[in-house]
């Protein structure tokens, strides 16, 4: 087992006595040595076992009610008005109620009627809206709190705002001396700079000495300003797929109506206009051969056409008016068709005949046709006349729906609109049922379409012989082919406009299809719209919910081929005969268009001359509220004459025949197909059917079917359901006692009624689906009818509870599955839901009374109070005859009928009880399934007890009777027993169950004695506790378990069930108490801890007793994050994601605003800081970086190394890395190696929970009562107190501000998954999950229980769900989550700090308080280091001086580290844009140097802290503001000016000293980043910045690493070796301080060999630091093995630059320090790398195979320069570099910088008039310089790599004549040469040194020769003596001596200046040195060719001797020459005859 679990363990037990530690270790079923917390013994009873919990009614008697103050006391008990009875008035769609007045209603229609009408009745729980099951927490309850935060301002964020001076590099701030200026120098123009600068404002009492105390108060009333309320509405809502508790009251039941389409009919226009035209709209569905809408008439004719038909019209009522009609539409499908049908009157002529003018005839030809036209109109008008009450079928089209909506486009609409949740139950409703069976190609929807006009132009002609319904989809079907046979058809062209577009929500002027006016109706007059009444194609499941009665006829076909006699032109005539006689046919059919509303008949249309016609008419009737059993549809037809004949009547009738409505009491519909008698029917026939032979009639065919008609009821009085029917029957019968009754066939009396009424119950499960959803309210009231009033049948009781109870599971399993599709998320059905929650009442309220007596009618006001009610209803509750044998009928005895009635009445909830705990398995098996329902029946029943019986004011304990709660009890006990059993079987059915349970108890929290209820839970806990022990995946429950106690928390009177104002009672157990094994730990208080205390932060017995609640809810949290827990990733999100619920439950609820309040609220919670304190080092680590999870746990930790890592503080690394920067200059490393892995027992937290848990922590920190909090931190042993200030830690990080840009980017995928998918990803790398729970997890993920449907929180169905994860959010969106972030951050940041002061009071007092403060002050660190928002830093800064004020030793005796963070954070702060933020931190810096300097007269630490800050701030920083800074730095001398205190001492100065100091760094650093692209600029300035720093002695060294990185890059390696030598030089220097080790080198002077420039590192000495003084180079090179280091890396850099030697000197230091630490193994490197080295040397010998360098003099002239203006450098290029690149290079650099056409480079090398440049140019001088040495320097440099390091003088010359050509003939040529000296030696740590002296001396002609002869004599003799001999080289330079060159070769220089001895005497001494030249010369040409002959082969012999005839020629010229002698050199020397050349041997001056 890992070490560091051991010792984590061992850690966890260290408080506990070793006896019991035993035990508990023995007692632990796993065996693992874990201390597991589940049985952790301090806390007296294992978390595992529920503890009893007080009496909750017991206390609340004990305790008087005022105990509490004000605002308290309505948490001690739930409030008087919790429960109401609320009367709902029923909606109502239309104006009038639409109920039949007719008299005498029979029982069935007038219990519809009732149920119709009545109000609904709602037990309403008052507060129960504040719960977040009712009102969640949701992404848009938060944005609407979230509305009016203040933005906060962030550095992050303003960098973009304010920019910093335009052109920094024209500002003359910028540009201040030249670089080679050390910062001293500088000081002119830096104190100029400052002292012009503005300060920020400085902060007023900064400066006055103030007792500490009232700092805090006065920081901490600042702190309380402003703060937002409520911490969670800033953090994102709690995850909805977690939200078990969530409800939402059901929707009351409404009326069905699918997608609503509206379509007006516009105009309708023929070519011709002769005749009224009449339309009939409906749907069609092709593919279920279904009309699916009634008829929808419309009369588009003009006024002059509609006066035609005035004979026969009557005046047309309103509503036949419409023009404009409403479908409506369940089944959406590309298979519906609008088909128009069109009639004309009927007229002689068959329906071609007709049509042919229509076809014929065009509009254009109206005055051709005016003869013809004028005599159809008269025919027309003739025909009207005569036969205007008939009609005739004329044509018809069709529209094709899909194509109108699919053309029309889906407007764009986007359906994932914001915040699209699972649509709400009426969504749901309205879409229900076809979901369920909809397939894939039904996605057609016709609710978003864009509005269409359509023109219908061509209409088909309707065929006599095909009018039928059939022959129509026949015709539909073939419309949607490409080659339609209608196509061919010649059409009847017309106009027919008609606009189709979606309904509106509430459409005006609109008329039900009862006629009735649908609100609002806001004009009588107005023309209406009707609604067309749906008939589905497929069943709708939905509850009936108002009076609808109608009754469709549809005549299909009549035959009378067999008729004798003329009988051609047939209509039938329908009527509704309430009895016989003529008379008495009923005014119900509907009128069709402009006529009366109702009418007695009406006709079908006429098909001209057919004996067997097909009709497509539809009738619609009204039936009447009571049909009985005379009622009856009478049919006429007759034979319609359309001539006028003498003596033919108009019409004759044919024949009759009828259908009787009622059979057996039911209503009849469907198809029949009827015998026609041609006779009238006799008296009394309507009784009978016209099947029947009736004595003495003729019937047309032999009594044969002739004529086929169709009934179609859509009733909701009728259900038409043979069971439904008897079952109504039977109950009416038994309602009304009217016996003898004749069901059927067989006659009922007393005797049989009962088993029928048995028999029926048990049918019912057989009634088919439709109707018993529409009936389910009826069906379900009769039921629980039956239950509590049980009939009375013969005197007798009959009880039938058993059998009503089973009927009820049925019918509502029936129910349930019929609307499977509409359920909710929990498995319920919305519409028992909402017959529950609306509709159901008990019975006993309005007992109807045998006799018919009126019922008592209830006034809202007497249900809630008055006594204005029938005594007789008490008589019921006081004797509740339910015995456990529930069929028993009880024996009356002598008690009359009305009596034994209320006798025999039970109470609803308690029959339910009983019945379920006894019934059998079948029938429980169906309870179960929809165990919610029969939950919250009880529970309605028992509010409606209470409410309706007065019973609120009872004491809880006495409300109900015992028995009922045994019954109770046994029922949650087995129903918990269900979920456990079945939770492997039936993962879903369990959920479902277990939440019922849930709720369910919930529920009865606000109606009975809370203890009991209590007890209750803990019952089922302890059932779940034992399977857990045996259960194969108990994951599986402890989520159940989880989602239990999530419900109960949910209960809105949460806080108060948590008896929160109660004081905590002492442990009941004698289990030693926490205080016995803590107070010896206990870290600050001498006196043992106080217990109460602390059971109040732990999760003890007492703690759990009394709250429990939320004892049970954090105890599942505990157990969640307990290390071995099972499937912990699942869990913890749950566990956490409950208590965030609650916690945003409580910020959002009105009651608890108060603090005090909310403090009392967050005591409830406060175990949860111990807890996430536990379980710190499985939290995500959102402040990354190795052993951080308890970096400050560790370091207050004496006994314990740290949880899984052995190192314990912050590790200076992860501060730079946190503050945004490399490593720390000067840190030392992090030791802790241990991987973090190890700690983490246990499955680590994803980084969402770990937030979510953090946040929870927060709040409670926030709310909880800070006095308290710091009575806890006291008790806390220090490893415990380490571990919060971890978790503190944490926490800043976790909240830390992510900036806008962050949002931006994040946008593309959001971020909570991803962070989720990587906390996978680590886990799966690091293996912290077994394979096995990998597995378990992963099938979880899928869904929570293995692989199911429709799982609530289906992960793959969620996954992205739309709130959070919509990908491209709005500018707004990201602008909005930023401010919530940045409030998040502050606030966060805030509670942190408050909780911080509170832990420092609390520490004031201890001894380990140096430890516990300097973790404080890491915390504090940390978020100043961290981006935090301006409000934030000014209390953080405040909090930080105050600190520091008060404990000064924290920062200047213990380590450097806090000191060196510390001013690191505040500079950095003093660079920021916000000046609110400066003004703080330059405070805090102030008054830091000034408390350093109270201590000891000077401030060298914080001095020396805030120069390396600064440096690696400046280096690091990408947008640094260095102009802010400076102006900190400016309010800083301020303060040190203004401070009265210290005006006597040298602090002023030092001050003044310190700031000219940093802004020298500054201004410097600032030229760094101009200088970027300029390396050798940069170079340089690096380089200054080092020497900046030789004070600091680490900050010299990091910037002379950095340098060396630079030139690497650069490909420097030279350049980077002397950087690594000097910081080696320097390391050298301090070990030398500290010790005299004979191996290490004496310092700089031990490396002189390498380089001669690295004395300057010897400027670390003595003056400047004392070794041991105030933690200076405490970095890690400082020490022998990092000097070993930087010698190896030097060593390395060198063989790279290929300079061997130098590596040789290398190794000679670092040898011995190898040899004296006996490293063998480095050293055999060491002499490898030698070996190597040397090898190189030898095989390199001439030195051409390594070029070392190119020198360049640079000189600079030029305003434009700034600081390089006039300077002159000499250059050090790659090896071989022309000066054509150079000059390019810098070129198109200063080109770039500048401009074009500003830079300019003067080709020549001679000086420069500065006059005479243009000053807008910027001029450039190159020259190639060679290495210079002085001949006595050549006796030293030998090889060729002498004579290439080491260089400090530089030759070039400029040849020049005195007429200022550069070049001229040889008297004439003249040569200046220049001598340039460097400040430091090439190779330096820089490319290019400042020339410090020039020296030029000018030559004369002759002198000019003389070396030219020296240099070409060099050449030959090197080539000559070469090793190994070169023959080209060597051929190459004599063919340049002794070929016959024309122009200045060696003989014209001979002829020019030795022909003749000159005049001047000073000149003799030349001309003989040139006459020697001239002699070397030819020796040296003969010793060449005597080599050349040597080498060359044959092949060369003949160029050999060309060479050497040229050489004689040569020779033979020379000759006369240089035998001439000079007179005077034979004279004795003159005194001043050498001056000419005293200069000669440029030898160095002196400068």
């Not at 009177?1053 to 289990?1071: E, G, Q, R």
């Not at 505990?1118 to 965030?1140: D, R």
């Not at 070993?1684 to 320090?1713: D, R, S, W």
Request: proline share 6%; net charge negative; glycine share 6%.
């Amino acid at each position: 087992m890992a070490v560091a679990e051991r010792r984590a363990f061992a850690h966890k037990i260290n408080r506990t006595v070793a006896a019991e530690v035993r035990k508990q270790v023995s007692r632990e079923r796993s065996g693992s040595p874990h201390s597991s917390r589940r049985c952790s013994s301090s806390l007296g009873v294992p978390l595992t076992e529920v503890i009893e919990p007080l009496d909750f009614e017991d206390v609340l008697l004990s305790r008087p009610p005022d105990a509490e103050p004000g605002p308290l006391r309505d948490l001690v008990e739930f409030p008087a008005d919790d429960l109401e009875l609320l009367l709902q008035p029923r909606e109502c769609r239309t104006t009038e109620p639409g109920i039949p007045e007719d008299g005498k209603l029979d029982a069935q229609v007038r219990a519809a009627l009732e149920m119709y009408t009545e109000d609904w009745i709602i037990a309403h729980r008052r507060y129960q809206h504040l719960s977040a099951a009712y009102s969640p927490i949701t992404l848009e309850t938060q944005r609407e709190r979230q509305k009016g935060l203040t933005r906060q301002v962030f550095e992050q964020d303003a960098s973009g705002d304010e920019r910093s001076s335009p052109d920094d590099s024209d500002d003359p701030r910028h540009s201040s001396g030249s670089p080679d200026d050390t910062p001293r120098s500088s000081g002119a123009s830096g104190i100029f700079d400052l002292r012009n600068l503005a300060a920020d404002s400085l902060l007023p009492s900064l400066l006055e000495r103030v007792a500490p105390e009232d700092v805090d108060r006065r920081n901490e009333a600042l702190r309380r300003q402003h703060r937002s309320r409520a911490l969670l509405t800033l953090y994102p809502a709690p995850d909805e797929d977690e939200a078990v508790e969530r409800c939402s009251r059901p929707e009351p039941p409404r009326e069905h109506f699918g997608q609503r389409i509206l379509v007006k009919c516009l105009s309708l226009k023929f070519e011709i206009e002769i005749e009224p035209i009449f339309g009939i709209l409906a749907l069609y569905d092709v593919r279920e051969k279904k009309k699916i809408s009634e008829n929808f008439y419309f009369d588009l004719n003009s006024d002059s056409m509609k006066g035609l038909l005035r004979a026969h019209g009557t005046h047309p009522a309103i509503s036949t008016l419409a023009r404009s009609a409403i479908f409506s539409v369940t089944y959406p499908s590309p298979d519906i068709f609008l088909v128009i049908k069109l009639e004309k009157v009927l007229q002689q002529g068959d329906i071609s005949e007709c049509c042919e003018p229509y076809m014929v005839m065009k509009e254009v030809d109206t005055a051709k046709n005016k003869e013809k036209l004028e005599k159809l109109r008269l025919a027309a008008e003739h025909f009207c006349t005569r036969l205007g009450r008939y009609r005739m079928p004329f044509a018809w089209t069709a529209v094709h729906l899909a194509n109108i909506v699919s053309s029309a486009g889906q407007s764009d609409r986007d359906s994932d609109s914001e915040g699209e949740r699972r649509p709400t139950w009426t969504d749901r409703r309205r879409r229900g049922p076809q979901d369920r069976t909809s397939s894939g190609d039904d996605a057609c929807s016709f609710s978003g379409f864009r509005p269409a006009t359509l023109t219908v132009t061509n209409f088909f002609k309707q065929e006599a012989e095909r009018l039928s319904d059939e022959d129509l989809f026949k015709f539909l079907a073939d419309m949607r082919r490409p080659t339609s046979l209608l196509r061919r058809l010649r059409p009847v062209t017309a106009q027919l406009k008609i606009d189709i577009s979606p309904a509106p929500e509430n459409p005006h002027f609109c008329l039900s299809p009862e006629l009735l006016h649908v609100k609002p109706y806001p004009d009588p007059r107005g023309r209406p719209t009707k609604e067309i009444l749906e008939f589905p194609a497929r069943e709708v499941y939905a509850p009936h919910t108002s009076y609808r009665n109608l009754l469709y006829v549809y005549p299909h076909s009549l035959n009378f081929s067999s008729r004798q006699g003329s009988v051609r032109n047939l209509t039938v005539r329908v009527q509704y005969m309430a009895g016989e006689d003529p008379s008495q046919a009923l005014p119900v059919i509907f009128g069709k268009s402009s006529c009366s509303e109702f009418t007695r008949e009406a006709f079908t249309p006429v098909v001209y001359h057919n004996k067997s016609p097909e009709f497509y008419e539809e009738f619609k009737l009204r039936l009447p509220a009571c049909v009985t059993e005379n009622h009856h549809l009478l049919f006429t037809f007759y034979h319609v004459s359309c001539q006028p004949r003498p003596g033919t009547a108009l019409e004759t009738p044919v024949g009759f025949t009828w259908i009787p409505l009622l059979q057996h009491g039911r209503l009849r519909t469907g198809p029949f197909c009827l015998p026609v008698s041609v006779d009238q029917p006799p008296p009394s026939y309507s009784v009978l059917t016209p099947d029947v032979a009736l004595p003495g009639m003729r019937w047309v065919d032999g009594h044969k079917g002739v004529f086929s008609v169709e009934l179609t009821a859509v009733s909701s009085v009728h259900p038409q359901d043979p069971y439904l029917d008897k079952f109504f029957t039977l109950v009416h019968v038994l309602e009304e006692g009217a016996f003898p009754f004749r069901l059927k066939d067989a006659v009922l009396s007393e005797s049989t009624v009962e088993q029928e009424l048995r028999a029926s119950l048990v049918a019912l499960r057989l009634a088919s689906p439709e109707p018993l959803v529409a009936f389910s309210h009826h069906v379900l009231d009769k039921l629980v009818r039956l239950v509590v009033r049980p009939p009375i049948i013969g005197g007798q009781i009959v009880n039938l509870g058993r059998v009503a109870f089973e009927a009820m599971a049925h019918v509502v399993s029936l129910v349930h599955r019929s609307l499977e599709a509409a359920q909710d998320a929990r498995g319920h059905c919305p519409l028992l839901a909402a017959y529950v929650y609306y509709a159901f009442r008990l019975p006993g309220t309005e007992p109807s009374l045998p006799g018919g007596a009126p019922p008592v009618t209830l006034q809202p006001a007497t249900l809630a109070h008055g006594p204005g009610r029938p005594a007789s209803l008490y008589l019921a509750r006081s004797k509740s005859i339910s015995s456990s044998n529930p069929d028993l009928a009880v024996a009356p005895g002598s008690v009359d009928d009305e009596v034994s009635r209320i006798l025999a009445s039970k109470l609803l909830h308690e029959e339910l009880a009983l019945q379920w705990v006894v019934s059998g398995s079948a029938v429980r098996e169906a309870v179960l399934q929809h165990a919610w329902f029969f939950f919250q029946l009880m529970v309605k029943s028992m509010a409606l007890h209470l409410l309706l019986g007065q019973k609120l004011d009872t004491p809880r304990k006495l409300r109900f009777p015992g028995r009922f709660l045994d019954d109770i009890g046994a029922l949650v006990g087995s129903v918990g027993l269900e979920v456990i059993t079945r939770v492997h079987k039936d993962v879903e059915l369990a959920e479902h169950l277990n939440a019922s349970l849930a709720f369910f108890l919930s529920d009865l929290l606000s109606l009975v004695d809370r203890g009991f209820v209590f007890s209750l839970v803990r019952a089922h806990y302890k059932q779940v506790a034992t399977r857990l022990q045996s259960a194969p995946n108990p994951a599986v429950l402890l989520t159940l378990r989880m989602d239990f106690t999530r419900i109960l928390c949910g209960h809105e009177h949460y806080v108060t069930l948590n008896l929160p104002c109660c004081p905590l009672s002492p442990p009941a157990s004698p289990s030693p108490s926490v205080s016995s094994t803590t107070s010896q730990s206990s870290t600050f208080s001498s006196q043992a801890p106080d217990p109460k205390v602390i059971s109040m932060f732990e999760l003890s017995g007492s703690f759990r007793q009394q709250h429990f609640l939320a004892g049970l809810l954090l105890t599942e949290l505990a157990l969640a994050l307990e290390p071995e827990a099972e499937g912990a990733s699942l869990l913890h999100k749950k566990a956490i994601s409950a208590v965030h619920s609650l916690l945003c439950g409580h910020d959002a609820d009105p009651r608890y605003a108060e603090a005090t309040v909310k403090a009392r609220v967050a005591e409830l919670y406060l175990p949860l800081l111990s807890l996430a304190r536990d379980t710190l080092p499985r939290l995500h680590d959102f402040a990354e970086g190795p052993g951080q999870r308890s970096r400050l746990a560790s370091m207050l930790d004496s006994d314990t190394e740290g949880e899984g890592d052995m190192g314990g503080t912050i590790n200076p690394s992860v501060a730079m890395a946190i503050a945004g920067g490399p490593l720390a200059p000067g840190s030392r490393a992090s030791i802790s190696q241990g991987p973090a892995t190890a700690a983490r027992s246990g499955c680590a937290l994803s980084a969402e929970s770990s937030r979510t848990l953090l946040v929870c922590v927060l709040w409670v920190l926030k709310n909880a009562e800070p006095a308290l909090l710091q009575r806890w931190a006291a008790d806390l042993a220090l490893p415990q107190l380490g571990r919060l200030l971890d978790l503190l830690y944490l926490c800043l990080a976790a909240f830390e501000y992510k900036g806008k840009k962050a949002f931006e980017r994040i946008n593309s995928l959001t971020f909570k998954k991803s962070l989720d998918m990587k906390a996978r990803l680590e886990e799966a790398i690091l293996g912290t999950i077994g394979a096995r729970q990998e597995m378990v997890r992963r099938s979880r993920e899928r869904s929570p229980f293995g692989n199911q449907e429709n799982v609530r929180w289906r992960k793959s169905v969620t996954h992205w769900r739309q709130t959070s994860d919509r990908v491209d959010k709005t500018k707004d969106e990201m602008e909005h989550e930023a401010l919530v972030d940045g409030n998040l951050a502050t606030e966060a940041s805030l509670v942190v700090l408050d909780t911080l002061e509170i832990i420092v009071q609390t520490v004031m007092l201890s001894e380990a308080r140096e430890s516990i403060l300097g973790a404080v002050l890491k915390v504090v660190l940390y978020s100043l280091g961290s981006a935090q928002s301006a409000l934030f830093l000014q209390h953080g800064l405040a909090t930080q001086r105050a600190l520091v004020s008060k404990f000064p030793e924290l920062l200047f005796e213990e380590d450097t580290e806090l000191c060196a963070d510390l001013c690191l954070r505040l500079l950095r702060h003093c660079g920021s844009r916000i000046s609110a933020i400066r003004t703080h931190a330059s405070a805090s810096l102030y008054l830091l140097m000034r408390q350093n300097f109270e201590i000891g007269n000077n401030f060298a630490r914080v001095k020396m802290q805030v120069t390396m800050s600064l440096s690696s701030l400046v280096g690091t920083t990408q947008n640094f503001s260095e102009e802010h800074l400076r102006r900190s730095l400016k309010t800083i001398l301020t303060y040190a000016e203004e401070d009265v205190g210290l005006r006597d001492s040298t602090f002023a100065e030092q001050v003044q000293d310190l700031m000219f100091n940093l802004h020298m760094i500054l201004t410097d650093t600032v030229k760094m980043k101009e200088h970027q692209e300029d390396p050798e600029m940069l170079i340089d300035l690096m380089y200054r910045i080092a020497r900046g720093y030789q004070g600091s002695p680490d900050l010299r060294l990091t910037w002379l690493q950095n340098m060396a990185g630079k030139h690497a890059e650069l490909g420097n390696h030279a350049e980077a070796a002397q950087c690594m030598v000097h910081a080696a030089a320097l390391v050298a220097e301090y070990l030398a301080l500290l010790e005299d080790s004979r191996h290490l080198p004496v310092g700089c002077v031990s490396f002189q060999n390498i380089s001669s420039n690295v004395l300057e590192e010897s400027a670390i000495s003595d003056d400047i630091l004392s070794p041991d003084e105030e933690g200076f180079c405490s970095g890690k090179h400082f020490t022998e093995l990092g000097l070993v280091g930087l010698l190896e890396q030097a060593a390395a850099y060198f063989t790279m630059g290929g300079l061997y030697e130098a590596v040789n000197e290398v190794y000679k230091t670092l040898i011995p320090i190898l040899e004296a630490h006996r490293d063998y193994k480095k050293l055999a490197a060491v002499h490898g790398k030698l070996q190597e080295a040397f090898t190189k040397i030898m095989h390199q010998s001439s030195g051409w195979e390594r070029v070392f360098g190119t020198y360049f003099r640079v000189g600079f002239y030029g305003a434009r320069f700034g600081d390089l203006d006039e300077q002159e450098f000499v250059y050090k290029e790659p090896s071989i570099t022309k000066l054509a690149e150079i000059s390019h290079r810098l070129e198109e650099f200063y080109t770039e910088r500048f401009g074009e056409d500003v830079v300019q480079i003067i080709k020549d090398s001679n000086p420069v008039d500065k006059t005479k440049l243009d000053p807008q140019k910027a001029y450039i001088q190159i020259t190639y310089v060679e290495p210079h040495f002085d001949t006595y320097e050549l006796k030293d440099r030998v090889t060729y790599f002498d004579r290439n390091y080491g260089l400090r003088t530089f030759l070039f010359c400029t040849p020049f004549t005195p007429d200022g050509r550069a070049h001229g003939e040889l008297p004439e040529q003249h040569k200046r040469k220049t001598l340039l000296s460097t400040d430091h030696a090439f190779p330096y740590i820089k490319t290019r040194i400042r020339v410090c002296h020039r020296e030029e001396t000018v030559l004369t002609p002759v002198e000019v020769a003389i070396e030219d002869m020296q240099k070409k004599t060099r050449e030959l003799a090197f080539a000559t003596e070469q090793d190994p001999p070169d023959a080209k080289m060597l051929q190459m330079v004599l063919q340049g001596s002794v070929g016959p060159t024309v122009n200045q070769g060696p003989l014209e220089v001979a002829q020019v200046f030795l022909a003749e001895i000159p005049q001047d005497p000073k000149l003799f001494r030349h001309h003989n040195k040139l006459r020697l030249c001239f002699k070397d010369f030819c020796k040296k040409c003969e010793d060449a060719l005597r080599k050349n002959k040597a080498l060359i082969g044959p092949d060369q012999k003949e160029y050999h001797r060309e060479l050497e005839r040229n050489y004689s020629r040569l020779r033979e010229a020379l000759q006369p020459l240089l035998t001439q002698r000079l007179p005077q050199l034979l004279a004795p020397n003159t005194a001043g005859f050498r001056n000419s050349l005293n200069r000669a041997s440029f030898r160095k001056a002196d400068l």
